[in-house]
């Protein structure tokens, strides 16, 4: 008599994360091709960004595990060597000896009940024909790997133990199928393929990629969505696009190794992470990379990125400031649309600024530098715009609906530069213009131990000059002074009744004078 064990699943569900809802899919979102289409304006953006991926609600599962029924075959020969009746009733199968894709074949499509698979012990055989895993043309299955689509949708599969020997796993091999659990990588995989364990909702914990892997395929593990934790390897190489899409429950901090150069189109969509650590190895982040993680509010990126790419940190409802380095020469469509950004600087390397790339954020003052010299519609509708400070003396020539609140809103231009504002597209509706003082932003210090910290500030800020004594004077960008003092070392100058935005700060000495911006956040 078998003797039974009774094992309760329970599938994971999305209630353990605040703010999850469920919500049927909308028309911006489809798989097309491993492509995510998405709203082409403003408006129908709102509409994609309720969007929220569907919920897998709980579900009890009762499972009666037999005793594995232990089966020695050869390559292509376990349909024979199993009866009809062990076919229709075995649910754990433990396998030696050597199988080829023709047995996969057999243990997905001919065993209905089969749940947990213990292949440890084989070793896979190549195999050419046309009686394999990924259908009725001749196929070349090689040695070593767990074919394509070798249990591709089947639902009763829960559990397999894998090969010491497999180098790699190929493109849809457990694509839909219902493993549960925490699933074990040997650490002799080097690739593993496209699809590979896409859409396994039941798996649950940590997926740890081995070191020894050095390539993952498109949607790996897109869709998995009661994984709640990722260890990538530190040889990959690149970040495939999609790979961990619509991991819902995916949530913590992720380091990226600086093994990777790249980041792919989608590959963290839809992920709960709190914090993202880029190494300097990340020359690319794809389109929509981390979009829609509305848990991510830290995130430091590399000096080697040139670019922010389209919605790259769309919907990322918790990130309210970040750091671009001084590499990027180009913010893309949507980049940072209702992000939670309330303070942002674009470093002077940047050339082009996309369609709405801040549309609908919480930035209240933002400045452009003299580098930047196209920007896109919608680029700074943002509803609490007060300030823009544009630092050309040349207007840049924009299309009508760049800026919200240009009735409100002050726009500060170079001294001298007012006029040509007044009568440029899209400047001249700001109801206030106002030219900023002549001396302009002289950043370079020629006074040693001169330091100012912090900046930006939000109460004041403190002067450090060394053991000399210096005058200061603290000016409006109208050129209007607003407090002067003396200070020595380590001074606190208080700004509590100012409003938020820029200043210039005057410092002499004897050993000369220093011009500085100040920023009050």
């Not at 897998?56 to 390559?75: F, N």
């Not at 055989?125 to 070593?144: C, D, E, K, Q, R």
């Not at 209240?364 to 544009?390: H, Q, R």
């Not at 210090?445 to 100012?452: A, E, K, L, M, N």
């Amino acid at each position: 008599m078998k003797k039974l064990y009774t094992i309760f699943i329970i599938v994971s569900i999305g209630m353990m994360i605040p703010g999850v809802t469920g919500a049927q899919r909308i028309p911006h979102l489809n798989r097309i091709n491993n492509e995510y289409s998405r709203p082409l304006n403003l408006k129908t953006f709102l509409e994609f960004a309720d969007y929220e991926p569907p919920v897998h609600h709980s579900i009890a599962r009762l499972i009666q595990k037999a005793k594995a029924v232990v089966i020695h075959v050869t390559p292509g020969t376990l349909s024979n060597v199993l009866t009809a009746t062990q076919k229709d009733t075995i649910t754990s199968l433990q396998l030696t000896g050597q199988i080829d894709a023709r047995d996969f074949k057999t243990m997905r499509d001919d065993m209905p009940v089969l749940s947990d698979v213990d292949i440890s012990s084989i070793s896979i055989i190549s195999y050419t024909g046309s009686l394999g895993t990924a259908g009725t043309t001749n196929f070349t299955y090689p040695a070593n790997i767990v074919p394509q689509d070798a249990f591709v949708s089947d639902n009763h599969l829960l559990s397999i133990i894998f090969p010491a020997t497999i180098t790699s796993i190929a493109d849809s091999a457990f694509y839909n199928c219902g493993l549960s659990g925490v699933l074990s990588i040997p650490n002799v995989v080097v690739s593993i393929g496209n699809s590979a364990f896409e859409s396994c909702s039941n798996l649950t914990g940590t997926i740890t990629l081995p070191n020894s892997v050095t390539t993952i395929g498109v949607n790996i593990f897109a869709d998995c969505q009661s994984l709640t934790g990722l260890i990538l390897s530190n040889s990959l190489t690149s970040i495939s696009n999609g790979a961990f899409f619509g991991d819902w429950l995916l949530y913590g901090n992720l380091t990226i190794p600086n093994s990777v150069t790249s980041i792919g189109d989608n590959a963290f969509l839809y992920c709960y992470l709190t914090s993202v650590t880029i190494p300097n190895s990340v020359t690319s982040i794809g389109v929509g990379a981390f979009e829609k993680c509305k848990f991510l509010s830290n995130v430091i990126l590399p000096n080697s990125i040139t670019s922010i790419s389209d919605y790259a940190f769309a919907l990322c409802a918790r990130l309210t400031s970040i750091t671009i380095p001084s590499s990027v020469t180009s913010i893309g469509n949507y980049a940072f649309t209702m992000s939670g950004l309330t303070s942002f600087s674009i470093p002077n390397s940047v050339i082009s600024i996309g369609n709405a790339s801040f549309a609908l954020t919480g930035l209240k003052s933002i400045t452009i530098p003299t580098s930047v010299t196209s920007i896109g519609n919608d680029a700074f509708d943002c509803p609490g715009l007060s300030s823009v400070y544009a630092n050309s003396p040349t207007p840049i020539i924009i299309n009508d609906s760049v800026f919200r609140n240009k009735a409100t809103c002050i726009l500060y231009v170079p001294a001298g530069s007012k006029t040509l504002y007044q009568t440029a597209n899209e400047w001249k509706d700001f109801g206030n213009i106002i030219e900023m003082i002549a001396t302009g932003f002289n950043d370079a210090r020629s006074i040693d131990q001169f330091t100012v910290y912090p900046n930006p500030f939000t109460g004041g800020f403190y002067i450090s000059v060394g053991e000399k004594a210096a005058n200061v004077s603290i000016y409006d960008l109208r050129g209007m002074q607003l407090q002067s003092m003396q200070v020595t070392n380590n001074t606190y100058v208080n700004m509590m009744g100012l409003p938020q935005g820029q200043y210039i700060l005057k410092l002499s000495t004897s050993e000369g004078t220093v011009v500085q911006k100040l920023v009050k956040k």
